[in-house]
Nanobody, 124 residues
Framework: QVQLVESGGGSVQTGGSLRLSCAAS????????LAWFRQAPGLERDFVAA????????DYVDSVKERFIISKDNGKKMVYLQMNKLNPEDTGVYYC?????????????????WGQGTQVTVSS
């Protein structure tokens, strides 16, 4: 069993930065593929970024490439999302997700564990 708790959301202006954090509890953190998804009002939950358990694969949705960076600290059981050059299209609730040895990391249905989400609002 894994519990995930996100933090770090907030309101920023276009061009600003935020760093989201996700604290995990439970065992065997290093065996989990970790991801960030976001959900805008009225829309589905969309893939943003993922890192496989062995860190060999790191993937981003095209719209955030060169702006967002996903990272993790196995010792602290933390996963992060550094978000730079934010724009209003990045607004939404950001969710941290985890699945043991996950490979279909862009598919939200792949994930067994989710955090409660943290709101990010970017104003123009």
């Amino acid at each position: 069993q894994v519990q995930l708790v996100e933090s770090g959301g907030g309101s920023v202006q276009t061009g600003g930065s935020l760093r989201l954090s996700c604290a995990a509890s439970g065992r065997f953190f290093s065996t989990y593929t970790l991801a960030w998804f976001r959900q805008a009002p009225g829309l589905e939950r969309d893939f943003v970024a993922a890192m496989t358990w062995n860190s060999r694969t790191i993937d981003y949705v095209d719209s955030v490439k060169e702006r967002f960076i996903i990272s993790k600290d196995n010792g602290k059981k933390m996963v992060y999302l550094q978000m730079n050059k934010l724009n209003p299209e990045d607004t939404g609730v950001y969710y941290c997700a985890a699945v043991k040895f996950g490979l279909r990391y862009r598919d939200a249905h792949e994930y067994d564990y989710w955090g409660q989400g943290t709101q990010v609002t970017v104003s123009s």
